[in-house]
């Protein structure tokens, strides 16, 4: 079982920063992608962004190109999401997700196969 641990959320005024952190024990993060997704109240789990493990190639929703930015640390089994210039439209819980290999695409909740807890993160107008 892989257990994804997410840090990171908390207030934020709009035009802020924060940076999320997803850290996990297993040792084949290596070659799983992953990826980030947000929820807010009353609405559907959406994609945010996501790295494919094998070439590094990053994918983001059309809300965080520009502002968002994926990454991840394998030799510290770590993904990353750093958010600037943060929107109260960006006022969400976070959720970090793996998936062993994974290739092209990884926008779709049913590409995942393991998920955080998540990361509330609210942004004040």
């Known amino acids: 079982q892989v257990q994804l641990v997410e840090s990171g959320g908390g207030l934020v005024q709009a035009g802020g920063s924060l940076k999320l952190s997803c850290a996990t024990s297993?040792?084949?993060?290596?070659?799983?992608?992953m990826g980030w997704f947000r929820q807010a109240p009353g609405k559907e789990r959406d994609f945010v962004a996501a790295?494919?493990?094998?070439?590094?190639?990053?994918y983001y929703a059309d809300s965080a190109k520009g502002r968002f930015t994926i990454a991840r640390d394998d030799a510290k089994n770590t993904g990353y999401l750093q958010m600037n210039s943060l929107k109260p439209e960006d006022t969400a819980v976070y959720y970090c997700?793996?998936?062993?290999?994974?290739?092209?695409?990884?926008?779709?909740?049913?590409?995942?196969?393991?998920w955080g807890q998540g990361t509330q993160v609210t942004v004040s107008s």
């Open positions: 997700a793996a998936t062993f290999g994974g290739f092209a695409g990884l926008t779709k909740v049913e590409d995942y196969d393991y």
């Open positions: 297993s040792h084949t993060f290596s070659t799983s992608s």
């Open positions: 790295v494919v493990w094998y070439d590094g190639s990053a």
